[in-house]
């Protein structure tokens, strides 16, 4: 083994070996969360009623987590871990037919999937047993009341601390560090020294925009002897438009963003996108943060003149409808209250760290938060239009304002297409009275009516099904209320029965529709019993009908009146898709003309010439109309539309659901918000207001303790590393308290006095001294605070993983800057087998529920199925193994490589040790360590002695593929090393 080889092999290993950061507090704190959201409330609906207190079937127990895990006759119930062993498991999923539960019926595939997760993760369960506790004091009797949780620190007003005098005035830069020096000192710790000026840039280059700086910059930073060097580089940082991306990005993890609703059948979200511009442009020019969730909440609802922000205030409205949905959901009720616990579970968790969803069943467990308060804020959101409905609902949008010039021109095409809708009608009736069939169905709409429809029709209402037929109306166009399609499920046993009498005797014309798509199958049969026997006809569901881009004809049979002509469609043999059963229709062929029969008349041959010729005009004129219709309403579908929501035309307050049972209504609760953040009644809401401002105003008001106090926490955790309170999306009391409460109160009513400019309390933060600070520890301090609770000294950070593809793409000079709009590829309808081939910033790179890019899957990318305040920080082998085997890490090594060498004529004439401390310098920000350089060079020299290249001979071969590949070698190594990874 070589020389580099050896220390690519000793810095892989060394990443390998680093402890693990993820917090198991978290962990566990997460999967309690888990619990309560989706397992106790099926276990109370489905499963308590025979396995509970009152009653224990085969001896089983699940009210409570001891009975759940001692299981009764046949076992455990649950094996932690394991849920294929779980005996709970194959009862839900009905594996074993003699232990199928609830045995009313099976439950929903999500529900399953939900129980799954649970016992992978360990099976968490705070429930006890109640007979361990059958008299329990007035103090553990149950969750503080409203009072009682006002005292609670999280709920307490914003005090501005007095801040102490520092001893070192030399040392404390401002108030920051008087807080911090204090705290420290009263633990007894000292701070560590400064951090270089070299690692200083590096660390607040990615904290603020997400890239290195470059060997310019770090060089003009250490040389910059003003008094203002810090000031000077950290307003350029926060200047940039690369901050708002980074930070942007931040946002969008809180918020759960992605493109895609999840789930098997994930729906893309097309114009997902405008939200993520929003957000970033929103931090780009410093958007206070209270009008930024102002407008995240109600912008629909605030007035503006400028069409331009009007925009911007439909867009951000986004935020409401951009979580994990499933569409399909057939209980439209469920459908519409899961949407809104999942609204409220983020707006709790994102604004407010409290986690809101734990109420939707019963009073919180542990936190002031009573089950009227929780249906009192779902009241405001069950008067939000948010979605609409059909077999699968879709998520609501609106038609964006655009400028009057714009508005004009839409307004004209709209006219237009109304105008040549008119003139097709009229030309579809010239044809018909002269004796003639209309052509192409005028309107593009989804729906045809079948009586407008030629021959006998037989809709899929009328025809006898057999196995589960799906009913839909995503794809246009279809013949009346539907079509319906085979799941892509149980083929060959599912078939579609179209009968009918024909009422004479005689030969017709078989059309059978169906709306084409890219996931259809592509050999449909179609059999067709008629007065002759039996043909079979497959069709090629996935080409657009010829036949008014609806109707394929399978040809023309011959039907008795006395015998019923027999259509059927089944999904035999078509395992490459999804098969559709929509219309079938019968159309009388022309009648022959007997051989007895008169000789036709030459005048009779004229006019029906003529005829002929009148009816080819008028055909030709409709096609000419029909291609004008669709251009115009091709220009129409241009206009920009946002996911956006607006209020119900009706408002009203609902009644809490007993137990989260839509369908058990208790009393009906005004509609609010958490009573125990303020002692002010909320503002009374009549039929004509769904609440949604008010409650805008009440997150977002001075005197909302959480909603500054958990921004403030998340800049500091942003910045730091670890937030004050820890546990950055819960102030609750499963959450952690904060470390330094004094801190954070002086943040938060910095953040407020400030106009909640974000901008403002990041500079303060980054010009503090307590960020300044080194990662190098000192005995006495590492023996008090070995967790740096007290931050004594910076603690590394591991690099996100945007920043980390990010970082590649810069150095290799591939990085493209583009700002914003749709990225998600043309003609994209499913987000499995997406390429992610784009060299854009990560943070425009689509979010897919399901499928993400490995890179950002395999160092920590947030999960955009759950709202995710803190990321995990991991380090696993595959992700040692992605940096030394990847294509793409290669290949931007090599790129590194051959612009370092196309670039910089001046290496031909520098030393490899002068060469190094360029490649360091991009890739480390810092200058290679004398060891480095005798390693990386001794391998370096190997390989020219190895091909007889010697320094006078280098020119003539420097863009060799030898010499680029031993550089190209060179940068990959630095790309796995620990010191890339981490920010010191």
Known sequence: MDTLSSLRVALAFGLLLLPTMVGRADDQLSEIQWFEKHIRPTLVEHCIRCHGPKKQQAG???????????????????????????????????????????PRGKLPASTIAAFEKWIRLGAVDPRQDPRENAEPDDSTSGPP???????????????????????????????????????????????????????????????????????????????????????????RLLGSYAFAERWGRHWLDVVRYAESSGGGRTLLFPDAWRYRDFVIDSFDRDLPYDQFLRLQLAGDLIPESDWQQRQRNLVATGFLLLGPTNFELQDKDVLEMDVIDEQLDTIGKSML?????????????????????????????????????????????????????????????????????????????????????????????????????????????????????????????????????????????????????????????????????????????????????????????????????????????????????????SNEGTEDGVVIADCVVLIPAETQISTTAKETSAEDEAAAAEKKKL????????????????????????????????????????????????????????????????????????????????????????????????MANRVWYWMMGRGLVETVDNFGATGQRPSHPKLLDHLAESLMADDWSIKKLVRKIALSRTYRLSSTSRNDSLAMDPENRWFWRMTPKQMRAEAIRDTLLFISGDLDRTRGGRTIKPGTSIEYGYRFDSNRRSVYLPVFRNTLPEILQAFDFADPNIQQGKRNASTIAPQALLMMNHPFVIDQAHAAAARRISSNPKQLGETVDETLDGVFQEVLGRSASPEEKRLIGQYIRQQEMRHDISQPARSSVETSDEYLTRWALVYQTLFQCVDFRYLD
């Open 60 to 102: 089983l127990r699940l009210d409570h987590a001891a009975g759940l895990r001692s299981g009764g006759d046949t076992g455990p119930a649950v094996v932690p871990g394991d849920p294929d062993s779980s005996l709970l498991m194959q009862a839900i999923r009905y594996d074993n037919v003699s232990l199928e539960m609830p």
């Open 615 to 710: 009816l080819a005009a008028l055909h030709a004129y409709l096609e000419r109309l029909n291609q004008r219709l669709r251009q115009l309403q091709s220009q129409a579908a241009e206009r920009p539309v946002a996911m956006a929501t607006r209020d119900q035309p009706t408002a009203a307050d609902i009644p809490i659901a007993l137990r989260g049972v839509v369908a058990n209504q208790g009393p009906v609760v005004p509609r609010g918000a958490l009573s125990v953040v303020s002692s002010q009644a909320f503002p009374r809401l009549d039929e004509r207001s769904s609440g949604r401002l008010e409650f805008a105003d009440w997150i977002t008001s001075r005197q909302n303790p959480l909603t500054a106090r958990v």
């Open 145 to 235: 009341s409203v009072e009682e949780g006002r005292s609670f620190w999280a709920f307490q007003p914003i005090d501005a601390p007095v801040v102490p005098p520092s001893d070192d005035h030399r040392w404390a830069l401002g108030k920051i560090d008087c807080l911090i020096l204090a705290r420290m000192q009263s633990e007894g710790c000292q701070p560590t020294v400064d951090a270089d000026r070299e690692t200083f840039i590096r660390r607040v280059s990615y904290d603020l925009t997400g890239l290195p700086p470059t060997p310019a910059e770090i060089r003009d930073f250490v040389d910059d002897e003003s008094a203002q060097a810090y000031e000077t580089l950290v307003d």
């Open 353 to 569: 760290g409290m986690t809101i969803g734990c109420a939707r069943c019963h009073d919180h467990k542990f936190d002031p938060i009573p089950t009227a308060d929780y249906y009192a804020m779902a009241g405001i959101f069950k008067s939000t239009l948010s979605m609409t409905h059909s077999n699968v609902s879709t998520w609501n949008t609106a038609e964006l304002p655009l400028s009057a010039e714009e508005e004009s021109r839409y307004a004209k095409i709209q006219s237009e297409i109304k105008t040549c809708k008119g003139q097709i009608q009229d030309l579809n009736d010239a044809i018909e009275r002269a004796g003639g069939k209309s052509g192409e169905i005028a309107a593009k709409d989804a729906s045809v009516d079948p009586d407008s429809l030629p021959g006998i029709v037989i809709d899929n209402a009328q025809a006898l099904r057999t196995g589960q037929w799906m009913e839909s109306k995503s794809n246009p166009k279809y013949v009346g209320a539907n079509y319906i399609h085979d799941e892509t499920s149980e083929k060959g046993a599912k078939h579609v029965v179209y009968e009918t009498l024909v009422p004479e005797s005689g030969r017709y014309e078989v059309r059978v529709s169906h709306s084409s798509g890219s996931n259809r199958s592509t050999r449909v049969p179609i059999r067709i019993r008629h007065a002759e026997g039996e043909a079979l006809v497959r069709v090629n569901q996935r080409k657009q009908p010829p036949i008014d881009h609806l109707f394929n004809s399978v040809g023309t049979f011959s039907f008795d009146s006395d015998q019923k002509a027999q259509i059927t469609v």
